[in-house]
């Protein structure tokens, strides 16, 4: 049972570690390279459909990876699979504090009620999601090093 545990948290985690990848990588690169209103509704729209799915996913894969941790508390790799929490709590964090709430802006903003330095609040948010993507990224890591 424990191994089914430690496959479905690696999987869910892995995959919600390519969602902010892709994110970072491929969809924002394609809506900053669209016309000016077209893309900032396009990261409109993005921030209400994965502002909403994101935070159950983020806590889903905390709360999964803790009871990994607990299962398999006197198993070799236990350590890792804490560290990995550890960092997806500080991911957590990091979107509660620094993220999100451009986020909330965001997702409100059309072209009529932008505010003027719309573009400069998009590009903080990118810098923070690379750093949240990079923890996510050694996070999933450590999980697919204790599964060996």
Known sequence: MLNALEVVTTVIVGVMVGVEFS????????????PEDSGQLG??????MLGALMPFWYIGSFVLVGIWAAAG??????GLVVTAGALLMLSVIMSMLLLVPINNRNKTWTPDNRPADWKQQLNRWERFH????????AAFALLVTALA
Request: cysteine-free; hydrophobic content about 55%; charged content about 10%.
């Open 130 to 137: 690379y750093v949240r993507v990079a923890v996510l990224i």
């Open 23 to 34: 994110v970072a990588f491929i969809m924002n690169r394609i809506l900053n390279a669209l």
């Open 43 to 48: 990261h409109a729209h993005g921030g209400r």
């Open 73 to 78: 508390w006197h198993h070799h790799g236990t």
